[in-house]
């Protein structure tokens, strides 16, 4: 049963602390998405990739957030320094295809992080 | 601007009563519209996937349908059970682009 993994799936930390989450798409899925989740927003964008490249990181603030693709199996986010408003439900979703078509998108169960 | 709105926010029924969730969208170049279902606790499953062209979707009890000129979605709920309590998700994607235009979400809760 092939699904998207992420870890941890709880993450409480202190302000200013470095948070690194982790993604482990479904394989053979080349294009991977970062989500973040708040009551308040929804669910919105944060960056994603394909064939490992970076393609959009608009959603993410760029002094604090960084995401990256070491390889076909792992994709990181990673927030330095966290702050409260960081607190959210972060998802990772894949899904095989080519842009420009509607693709199927895979979410993984989500790390719920916890800045104080 | 792209958006999606839900309605309503909330909705409590009675176990084995239909429902209907309602979507409007203004979403352009309009490509395909895609109803999530998000458990607590757990990341969105897809229910269904409409294109232009089609105008109505099901999976076993849930069934989708699309007006693309009014630009509207529903989704159907028949004979509901405690483990459709849960969100419900609209969701619309333009072409030429991968990036998604989220709606905020119906929470159903089913009672007994």
């Known amino acids: 049963d092939a699904r998207v993994t992420q870890t941890p799936r709880h993450k409480v930390t202190e302000m200013g602390q470095e948070v690194t989450m982790r993604c482990q798409p479904i394989l053979g899925h080349n294009t991977v998405f970062w989500y973040r989740q708040t009551m308040m927003q929804g669910l919105e964008l944060l960056a994603y990739?394909?064939?490992?490249?970076?393609?959009?990181d608009s959603g993410m603030p760029k002094d604090r957030f960084s995401a990256e693709m070491p390889d076909a199996t792992l994709a990181t986010l990673k927030i330095q320094p966290s702050e409260p408003r960081d607190s959210a439900v972060y998802f990772c979703a894949s899904g095989l295809g080519t842009s420009g078509l509607y693709n199927e998108q895979f979410f993984g169960p989500g790390t719920r992080l916890t800045v104080l | 601007k792209n958006q999606v709105e839900q309605s309503p926010q909330s909705l409590i029924i009675l176990e084995g009563k239909n429902c209907t969730l309602q979507?409007?969208?203004?979403?352009?170049?309009?490509?395909?519209l895609r109803w999530y279902k998000q458990d607590t606790g757990r990341g969105p499953v897809s229910l269904t996937i409409m294109t232009f062209s089609e105008n109505t979707k099901s999976n076993g009890r849930y069934t989708a349908t699309l007006d693309a000129d009014t630009k509207q979605s529903s989704l159907h709920i028949t004979a509901s059970q405690l483990s459709d309590s849960a969100s419900y998700i609209c969701?619309?994607?333009?072409?030429?682009?991968?990036?998604?235009?989220f709606g905020t979400g119906t929470r159903l809760q089913v009672f007994p």
């Open positions: 979507c409007n969208y203004t979403v352009s170049p309009f490509s395909n």
């Open positions: 969701v619309v994607g333009s072409y030429n682009t991968d990036k998604l235009i």
């Open positions: 990739f394909r064939n490992r490249a970076p393609l959009d």
